[in-house]
């Protein structure tokens, strides 16, 4: 070193992200416990496309690819990526995914640091208006359905397209917790009602609620070890509560509590993992609070009221946008320069 | 109990404190030869005092205080003076500066030193004895004492003295108050009474639990009224003068704005150990407290002579093999020294001997990924992450709408910098930056100032001497149809000259007489006799240089 701090905290940019996707194992453990191992093979796809094509692109943008893959911010793109679609989904689905994201969202904008929108959403948001159909091979959970695939014919589907003999595509798959509300109550059935369901447990989706737990758990850890700050999460689910507890109080047969919202679809592995993401937030503390909660509200009005499944990838795109002005308006003051409190 | 401030962010790097913090301070043994610069503060530097090839005495003055703000300058041991040249000095740049080289002689013979009683002092005198004392903070601004211990009554309530010594591995604080408590309350009383200010605040970091004690325990007996000894949080850069400053007392002072001007004023420890000693032993600042660790057998703390350079300092605490450079001050905000032969000066407060292993090369930085962690960091709370946006993009005006000038380059936002950005050169460079355009701008201005003066000035002439022709043009034209009238003219010119230059030559001798006829009143006849002999005098003179001077004429 030859300039002063010649110290420097032992904690780098490739830890920080090894330490979320490690935050990301107690998800997928359930995931993998209640759905089936197809999301291991969708992840690892995932993380191949996303290594290779992050390499690829920095050796066309001339920059130095070996520091640059161990910073394990590609893998992290990929997990999330993968965690979004569904496990069932072709292979090329999540290749074309993880590759439009590495490539355009990321690298075209200047590498990391410098996107403005999350990629694993952007990959998302791409995924969904370009394949919707595709994009709705939700697995069944263990013990719902009245047929399973067994681990050697989810990877035939994920990589032919054929399923064994005798079986529908739509017995072994369904539409999301959050999906068959909507239709359902498309169809003026009551909310007790739909929650009768088998595929509904004790707060939201069967199986799908307990993969949300997982991703509490991991948040706690991110938490714990100040790799996130508690205002993100806090804020968002906050935002959802809010939003949805109002409308479940003026409409309870309408209207699923906000317990539901917060363990249905994406909104726990958003409000630790997706929007505490450092690069495309803003910087500011009351920044912080002010994206958050617009992206819980957005999450809500999407999912309720929009044509998507669920709401959270859309939502983290507008706030991304509305970034650089919330970051504008909330520079705190700086010392000396304070109002006197008195 | 007190109730402490706090303030934003700050880190905690580890503080390698204890190598060095457990043995007393050891008197450093003699060097070779002093170089000693003759700029060690802030302002202007002092003036050689000395000639090449003199025997100085220790103490002796060899460099004089020039200018308002300005300290002196003295010889460390007694010895001969060598050289009075441009050598390289402890400065990041590596540049050369003037510097008095002295050859010890090895007797240490002092100056005749003289013992005063403060309390029986003026305060101009009081100041004037620091600034010939060379008396200058030592918590490394280095800014002449006496230029800060200046106030108007009641309008300085607390001093505030430093001995928070947040810097890692630095520990001269420490052992100085844990061995001369005593004389830095001391020179604390003078201080004190300078600024006439009401209470002393003494703020030392709790990791320092010996100094603590031994501050508190030289309190004793009803001495020291109004003075405090305050265990601050240790947390980095908790010693910055503002940061102690808010600690101790809830004040924040704006950049820009002086300390004095919200009723504090802040020195270091070693300051006050320094001002007593220069007042009640007359010993000038000739020598100060320097620990030496990192990669030595022996970390400890010496009482090093300016001048004396650092590897022959090193070398006393113990060469270690690896050594690849030092650092002068600590490693968050210190510099690495250009050469390891320049001399120790005031600033000069730790040098670390750096090795490979206790320092690895920093990796290679990595994009910003805006996490923040350095704006949780700053005690400024400035958003390091924009500014270095800024800066990297040369947008130096939004830089400076967001604070730049606020950095005080504590080094918090790099150390903790998960992408090991050198943020604090990024702002060093940006400030430089603004500077030097600000100072083109400046001079761009005056050159447009002096242009445009320039152009109204040719403008006017060329319309004057207009003026003139057209008015000469107009005198030739009236005159054309008379030409005789043009001699009488020329005539009466000369007469009129004539006539001023006779007038000019009266109001001369009138004046002549008016001066000459002074203090010639109440003259006794003796007097009056002994002026007419001297006018009479004076008269032949002046005839004979007449007559001397007409005769080449004939």
Known sequence: MFFAPFISKPLNVSQIMFRVLLALIPGIALYVWYFGPAILVSLTLASITALATEAAMLKLRDRPV?????????????????????????????????AFAISVSKHLYGGLGNNPFNPAMIGYAVLIISFPVQMTHWLTPHGIGQVELSILDQLRYIFSGILPPGMTLDAVTMA???DTLKTQLHMDRAMQDIMEMPIYGRLAGH??????LGFVLGGAYLLATRIISWHVPVFYLGSIFVTAGLFHLVDPTHYATPLFHWFSGAAMIGAFFILTDPVTGPTTLRGKMI???GAGFLTYIIRVFGGFPDGMAFATLLM??????????????VFGRKEKKQ | MRTLHKFHGGAHPPTNKTQSSSKPIVQAALPSRLVIPLHQHVGNIAQPAVQVGERVLKGQVIGIAKGRLSSAVHASTSGTVTAIDMTVVAHPSGLTDLCVTIIPDGKDEWIARESRDWRAMPHTELRHLLREAGVVGLGGAVFPSDMKLYSHKYKITTLILNGAECEPYITCDDRLMRERAAEILLGAEVMRNLLYAEEVLIGIEDNKPEAIEAMRAAMVAGKHEGMEVIAVPTVYPGGGAKQLTRVLTGIEVPSGVRSTDMGTQCFNVG?????????????PLISRIVTVTGNVSNPQNFEVPFGMPVDELVAQAGNQPGTNGHIMGGPMMGFRLPSAQVGVIKATNCIIAMSEAMFPPAPPALPCIRCTRCAEACPADLQPQDLYWFSKS??????????LFDCIECGACSYVCPSHIPLVQYFQFSKSEIHAREHDKQSADRARERHEYREYRMEREKLEKEEKLRAK??????????????????IDAATEAQRKIQAALEQAQAQAAETASRNTENLTPEQQAEIAEIEARRARIRELAQSHVEQPKE
Not at chain 1, 80 to 89: D, K, N, R, V
Not at chain 1, 207 to 212: F, I, K, N, P
Not at chain 2, 473 to 490: G, H, I, M, N, W
């Open chain 1, 176 to 178: 999301t917790p959050l």
């Open chain 2, 271 to 283: 300051t006050a150990y320094s001002v007593w000693r220069a007042v009640a032993h007359g010993e």
């Open chain 2, 394 to 403: 040369k947008n130096f005006g939004k830089a400076q709408t967001y604070n």
């Open chain 1, 207 to 212: 199986g799908s609620e307990m993969v949300a």
């Open chain 2, 473 to 490: 043009e107009k005198a030739a034209q009236a005159a054309k149809p008379v030409p005789a009238s043009v001699t009488a003219d020329q």
């Open chain 1, 320 to 333: 991304n946008i509305c970034v650089p002005l919330i970051d504008a308006y909330t520079q705190p003051k």
């Open chain 1, 291 to 293: 994206f958050a909660a």
């Open chain 1, 66 to 98: 070996a520091p640059f893959l161990k910073d394990n911010s590609a893998l992290l793109t990929a997990w999330l990526l993968a965690l979004s679609i569904p496990p069932l989904a072709p292979w090329w689905l999540v290749v074309v995914g993880t």
